[in-house]
């Protein structure tokens, strides 16, 4: 299971959703660690 599920759709937008249901989607360094580099990754992957 991954942390956070991404998709991007034929727009060009990314959803990025928290899946921690266990944790009630909290976020912890880990999930702010992987936000982090998603975020950085989708910035240097523009259309």
């Known amino acids: 299971m991954n942390l956070i599920e991404q998709h991007l759709d ?9 899946n ?3 944790k009630l989607n909290a976020l ?3 999930a ?3 936000l982090s580099e998603l975020f950085i ?3 240097d992957n523009k259309k």
């Open 10 to 18: 034929d727009d060009g937008i990314l959803t990025l959703t928290l």
């Open 20 to 22: 921690r249901p266990d």
């Open 28 to 30: 912890s360094t880990e």
């Open 32 to 34: 702010l660690q992987a």
């Open 41 to 43: 990754s989708a910035k």
